[in-house]
């Protein structure tokens, strides 16, 4: 494991594997670096890519500095593109495929290139007025310390049902333990995609929707296709909201390395 400091002091721990230029994984809500999902992905992009996994803050290792702001969350980013040298290449999965957006938008020519994957915003104001809701819900919840609840409400509020629980989340209770930080990622997704500031994007950017990911999720990704200069899009055939890392992987080969 190793460590860097954000801008505001917090801790953020990492691993370094694999050898080629450098890409930093941004998870989304419930991920942390040592998750199987998460490791194996980091394993497969170190097939090509010097891959940076890093905890976001409150998770993993990492520290959790209060009060939370996503701009903090950005800051972090940073931290690990420098600790990558001072530039980098981003790819975000859900909502940190919306932190990585926020990145290249803030950071300029520190990111070279930028790679989303289902990007987790709202794609409409009636979905984003039934996800506040939701929101609202949670966040009562966590005030009151019921995280499996918390987290349970959340899984079962974006479709994933509780049966299929137990295979993607092996280690119940190293979720049970993150759900604090769905707090962040909501506030993260409670927005409508943002086109207008997306138009003004230089940094050249690869869109990925699953085939099988929600049909709002694949509007998020034709509303960002739209809005951003010269994006390349690209639907994968059977792919869902969890990817197989190797397809993935070729997306990431062709379009980062050409």
Same mark, same amino acid.
């Given at each position: 494991m190793k460590t860097t400091l954000s801008k505001d002091g917090t801790k953020l721990a990492y691993n370094v594997t694999g050898k080629g230029p450098a890409l930093i994984l941004i998870t989304g809500a419930t991920c942390y670096r040592e998750f199987k999902p998460v490791l194996y992905d980091a394993s497969v992009f170190s097939e090509e890519f010097t891959v940076y996994n890093y905890d976001r803050r409150g998770r993993g290792d990492s520290g959790n500095t209060l009060p *939370? @702001? !996503?701009d903090?969350? &950005?800051? +972090? &980013?940073e931290a690990m593109i420098d600790a990558a040298g001072g530039r980098a *290449? #981003? *790819?975000?999965?859900?909502? =940190?495929a919306i932190l990585a957006l926020k990145a290249a938008m803030t950071l300029g020519n520190k990111v070279d290139k930028l790679v989303m994957y289902d990007a987790a915003y709202s794609h409409d104001p009636v979905y984003l007025e039934e996800f506040k809701t939701l929101s609202e819900g949670l966040?009562?919840? #966590?005030?009151? =310390?019921?995280?499996?609840e918390a987290i349970t409400g959340f899984l079962e509020g974006i479709g994933i049902p509780r049966e299929?629980? +137990?295979s #993607? *989340?092996?280690?119940?209770q190293i979720m049970t333990d993150l759900a604090p930080t769905l707090a962040y990622d909501t506030t993260l997704a409670s927005h409508l995609p943002p086109v207008q500031e997306a138009a003004a994007l230089t940094t050249p950017t690869q869109i990925i929707v699953g085939e099988k990911s929600p049909e709002s999720i694949q509007s998020v990704a034709l509303q960002l296709n739209t809005a951003i200069p010269g994006a390349a899009y690209t639907m994968l055939k059977g792919q +869902?909201?969890?990817p197989a @890392?190797?397809? !993935?992987?070729s997306v990431l080969t062709g379009f980062l390395k050409s």
């Open positions: *939370y @702001a !996503v903090r969350e &950005i800051e +972090d &980013i *290449y #981003l *790819y975000g999965h859900s909502s =940190g966040y009562q919840l #966590l005030e009151e =310390g019921k995280n499996e299929a629980f +137990d #993607l *989340y092996p280690d119940w +869902d909201h969890m @890392a190797e397809v !993935v992987l």
